[in-house]
């Protein structure tokens, strides 16, 4: 049974955005919905403005005359056979990956599309800050953490089993509390919720680490 998409928070996305998500639903049945878009729908801690849908599938080469159709393009930034990513004329950036990794990941329905449980989107931003990620995957991870979405061990046991030797779980751990190669700290809002400072996020992450390493003696 499909789940109603009203159980998500499409409040952080505009209008323009919900509308390109409900074109897009033709193109995509062969794609999933994650990143951090997926990520705040379920979790509602902040806006997101980009689609990143992933498929184990190369990209096919037709898939931007059906985009083009579907939403229009105004910029295509990549096209491959493994990532095609393109901005719609309102600014949009979507992005379809062929991404080979998906053992052991969750995948749930709206009405209109698929989309990674938080807690895969977790273990793949974990693998992202592994590689040098933005802030703004340290602080989704902050807020997967706070709400008991998961945490470290979890994380670093399911990368692990998806990326095998790709995950470096020590490297994953410095990055997540190493922020000062970052060049954007900006998160915006949903509606009045206040979003906590940089120093507290960081703060946070670094006694997780702390608690996780601990641990292991």
């Known amino acids: 049974m499909i789940p109603s998409i009203s159980k998500l928070h499409l409040d952080v996305l505009d209008n323009t955005r919900v509308q390109v998500l409900q074109k897009l639903q033709p193109l995509v049945n062969d794609f999933v919905l994650g990143g951090g878009t997926a990520l705040a729908l379920q979790l509602g801690h902040r806006k997101s403005f980009d689609f990143d849908f992933f498929s184990e599938r190369s990209i096919t080469k037709n898939l931007l005359q059906k985009i083009q159709r579907a939403v229009g393009i105004s910029t295509v930034s990549v096209d491959s056979t493994d990532e095609l990513t393109v901005f719609t004329p309102e600014h949009i950036k979507l992005t379809f990956l062929q991404y080979p990794f998906q053992r052991g990941f969750d995948v749930r329905s709206a009405l209109y599309f698929r989309y990674y449980s938080a807690q895969s989107i977790a273990v793949q931003k974990a693998y992202t800050i592994g590689r040098r990620g933005a802030y703004r995957d340290c602080f989704d991870l902050y807020t997967a953490f706070k709400n008991n979405i998961t945490d470290i061990g979890t994380i670093i046991d399911g990368a692990q089993k998806a990326y095998g030797t790709l995950f470096n779980s020590k490297l994953f751990l410095e990055q997540l509390v190493y922020f000062d190669d970052m060049t954007s700290f900006e998160i915006v809002p949903v509606g009045a919720e206040k979003i906590p400072p940089v ?11 702390r608690i996780f390493t601990a641990n292991l003696f």
């Not at 120093?199 to 680490?209: G, R």
């Open 199 to 209: 120093k507290a996020v960081n703060a946070y992450l670094e006694e997780q680490v």
